[in-house]
């Protein structure tokens, strides 16, 4: 293997520690859903400090999957794509590591400010104001580098994953912004720039759109990167990827309204949230139709082949998530399990954002991972998600069906607690399911640690372990 320019060496250290990071995160982060769903079975494990209390420690687990082990192997994963074998600038390199550190310092500090008490109180966007402005600085720097490290390849030309990724990044963007306005009132305490219903609407709107911005763009144009390496041929429709980007990019601001059904939202931004959310099916099944096409070429790898079997699961699980928020944007349908305790499963976040992330980490970060390791990963990590889907499945119907039971006179046929104790059997099941996802990563964390105490061997630039795009390289365009 030849030697890398430094420049491109730092590229390689960043993306291998943000890689470090992500299975870090995603370790700790299942570790506390298995404890948490544990203490909901039995609530007396549960212990008598505020700071592992179900509500804090449930905040701290969804941000460390979200931003923990998705955003660090989106992060690494976008800058693998241009780490290309020009040399970075010394200006470079520093913002490089500034992205890196300010990330792990807001993980870190975050979980702690979380758990103890100061949090903002918005979904998805919990941490206190200071580390907001520090994750919105990372993700203009992240933008910058992608930006100006792109234009400075061999080539101007884009990919479909690049096209992806610049959605992904303005998507972020915007939505980061709108959840975390605020004004300050103390190091760590601040009160929402709105105020009230619009407050709630605003947040209820966007935070199902900010892990969707990552999920329907980011984590694609992951897939579509991780397609192009393992396939080493070009997708089976450039045209219909590029069709589908531009409904994605156009629909998925306006669909948050699938969480508002039941809210004093005027009745014809519902209607009009819920045509949008309809119309994202056609370009919602477009991408996961393509990525199996194009997979179809060597379908047989599938079954000796780990990689390819996490990415093909993966485009499953993204096929089952865009049916279920389609179905959720049905009014009817969404007040049948409006009550209940799992309305949207796992698909999304487990299938797709845990799957890809996985499969981008075994590429960028640990290449040289036997395959039988990375083959009982991916076993255990398609069967948790099945696990955890079909219990989600289970308490969505068995809940929403008691709930809706009423008599001749309106009032409920079943107790809150008759509508609990159903959920206790799907909830074993969940247990289940996290405990095999945690059992991977912890798999995958050790195999870090063995792998660490090695020498490193640093590929080079030209032919280095994530692939740019072979039909890239060939000269297609996605237009």
Not at 95 to 100: C, E, G, K, P
Not at 415 to 425: E, G, M, N, Q
């Amino acid at each position: 293997m030849g030697t890398a320019p430094d420049g491109a060496g730092a590229s390689h250290e960043v993306i291998r520690q943000f890689g470090t990071t992500a299975i870090l995160s995603g370790a700790v982060s299942l570790l506390l859903a298995v404890w948490l769903t544990a203490v909901q079975l039995w609530p007396t494990l549960a212990p008598p400090i505020a700071w592992l209390s179900h509500g804090r420690l449930a905040i701290v687990q969804q941000h460390l999957l979200l931003f923990g082990l998705g955003g660090s192997a989106l992060i690494a994963s976008l800058y693998s794509l241009v780490n290309h074998d020009t040399q970075a600038r010394p200006g470079q390199r520093r913002l490089q590591r500034f992205t890196l550190q300010a990330w792990q310092t807001i993980l870190v500090l975050g979980s702690i400010s979380i758990a103890a008490g100061f949090a903002s109180g918005h979904g998805q966007s919990e941490y206190p104001w200071p580390l907001n402005l520090l994750m919105l600085a990372v993700w203009i720097a992240v933008a910058w580098l992608f930006h100006v490290n792109w234009k400075a390849g061999p080539t101007a030309r884009l990919p479909v994953a690049g096209w992806c990724f610049i959605g992904c990044l303005v998507m972020i963007l915007m939505q980061h912004t709108l959840l975390s306005l605020a004004v300050p009132l103390g190091p760590l305490t601040s009160l929402p720039m709105f105020s009230g219903s619009l407050d709630a609407l605003l947040q209820s709107w966007q935070k199902g759109m900010l892990p969707g911005g990552m999920l329907a763009l980011g984590f694609i144009a992951m897939a579509y990167q991780a397609l192009s390496g393992l396939t080493r041929q070009p997708l089976h429709s450039h045209r219909l990827a590029i069709i589908s980007f531009w409904l994605l990019v156009l629909l998925l601001p306006w669909s948050g309204a699938v969480l508002l059904h039941a809210s004093a939202l005027p009745q014809w931004s519902q209607a009009l949230g819920m045509a949008m959310g309809l119309l994202l099916l056609a370009p919602g099944l477009a991408i996961p139709l393509n990525g199996l096409l194009t997979l179809k070429a060597d379908w047989p790898s599938l079954r000796h082949h780990p990689q390819t079997c996490l990415l093909g699961a993966a485009l499953l699980f993204l096929a089952i998530s865009v049916i279920e928020h389609v179905a959720l944007s049905i009014a009817p349908l969404n007040d049948m399990t409006f009550s209940a305790a799992g309305s949207l499963s796992p698909a999304g976040t487990l299938g797709v954002i845990g799957l890809v992330s996985v499969l981008m980490l075994y590429r960028v970060r640990l290449p040289e991972a036997p395959s039988a390791l990375i083959m009982t990963h991916a076993w255990l990590a398609i069967a948790g998600t099945l696990l955890c889907i079909a219990a989600s499945w289970t308490t969505t119907l068995l809940q929403g069906s008691l709930w809706h039971a009423v008599d001749a006179e309106g009032q409920p046929l079943h107790s809150l607690a008759d509508v609990l104790a159903v959920a206790r059997p799907p909830m074993l099941m969940t247990l289940v399911g996290l405990s095999c996802w945690a059992l991977g990563l912890l798999l995958m964390a050790a195999y870090l640690l063995r792998a660490s105490r090695r020498p490193i061997t640093r590929p080079s630039t030209q032919r280095a372990h994530h692939h740019i795009g072979d039909s890239h390289a060939r000269g297609r365009t996605p237009a």
